[in-house]
């Protein structure tokens, strides 16, 4: 099945943003130089009083977001993920999630989106950081539609969140009369062999891998888990139940993020069932496109399929 390709989640969010900013004066976007990474080059020139520049000053963004959040502003604190999660970690805990502060934290150009400026650019450790502070939501959205209904349901979300969001043009997953709810995830194809549990942009080469499985006679089920937390524990175990694999698939480390959170709710429910975590192993990242670096840890149709076969002990034969 051939997917259609729609435009980057960044795209989209920042195009979303500026429809509803337009309606409403307590909308705020803060940036540390990015708006023209975040696409917010036209949300500043249309509302020039709604865009805050503090320069290359993460922490200072983050700081100046949560004492404006807490006048009751709906701020939208945007940052390169790799910098925002790391040099304002510390901001985010104290000033946002423990002082409870709504701010809407949005990391662009996430995971290996940066592709070829290497290691230092690459942000494989957010979801492992933010998932050991209490009360920060985390929602990565698969495409484009999942992005807008997630911008859309953030303005009045009363909590923090960090929302994660990836350059590259994606495919095109869902049809329109999907319903996207913070914390419910969304089955993308149905299956009962075994299960791909994806989020973020690596929901698409898992929809395809489906696809691709279907012709070799496995049924597979993909579920876009576009909420990390709350994370949507039903799913997942209805999942382990009906299907005799889990592949859980990330655009992040192994280490802390969506894989380990599976496990750890299998193992706790007594789920013994053949699982897999697929995503970027503990080394040093290769260097290439984000499709290059995909394609050697895995993160493909062909990678994934393969990964489903083993898993099931299943040979391909010509």
Do not use: W
């Not at 000033?95 to 690459?122: E, F, K, M, Q, W």
Request: hydrophobic share 45%; net charge negative.
């Amino acid at each position: 099945m051939t997917l259609e390709l729609g435009k980057p989640n960044q795209d989209v969010f920042a195009k979303t943003l500026l429809e509803l900013a337009q309606q409403d004066k307590d909308i705020l976007v803060m940036t540390s130089d990015s708006r023209g990474s975040g696409k917010l080059v036209p949300f500043g020139e249309a509302l020039p009083d709604q865009l805050i520049e503090v320069g290359i000053a993460e922490q200072n963004l983050i700081g100046i977001s949560a004492g404006l959040a807490s006048t009751g502003k709906k701020v939208f604190a945007v940052s390169p993920a790799c910098f925002l999660t790391a040099r304002a970690l510390e901001q985010i805990k104290n000033d946002v999630a423990y002082s409870d502060n709504p701010v809407r934290i949005v990391g662009i150009s996430a995971g290996v989106s940066y592709g070829a400026l290497g290691s230092t650019h690459h942000s494989l450790h957010d979801f492992a950081a933010l998932r050991a502070i209490n009360n920060i939501d985390i929602i990565v959205p698969a495409d484009n539609f999942e992005t807008r209904e997630a911008v859309k349901a953030l303005i009045c979300h009363p909590h923090p969140v960090y929302l994660r969001l990836g350059k590259k043009a994606m495919p095109l997953l869902h049809p329109p009369e999907t319903r996207f709810e913070i914390g419910k995830a969304i089955t993308v194809r149905e299956g009962y062999d075994i299960t791909f549990i994806a989020i973020g942009e690596t929901v698409a080469p898992a929809a395809i891998a489906a696809d691709l499985l279907q012709t070799q006679g496995i049924s597979a089920r993909v579920i876009s888990m576009h909420t990390l937390r709350p994370f949507d524990t039903d799913a997942l175990l209805d999942a382990a139940r009906a299907t005799h694999g889990i592949i859980t698939v990330e655009e992040h480390s192994v280490h802390g993020g969506l894989g380990e959170c599976c496990a750890a709710i299998l193992m706790q429910n007594q789920l013994a069932v053949p699982f897999k975590i697929v995503g970027i192993p503990d080394e040093y990242t290769i260097t290439g496109s984000q499709v290059e670096i995909f394609n050697h840890y895995g993160i493909s149709a062909e990678g994934l399929a393969a990964t489903a076969r083993q898993l099931l002990q299943i040979e391909v034969r010509s």
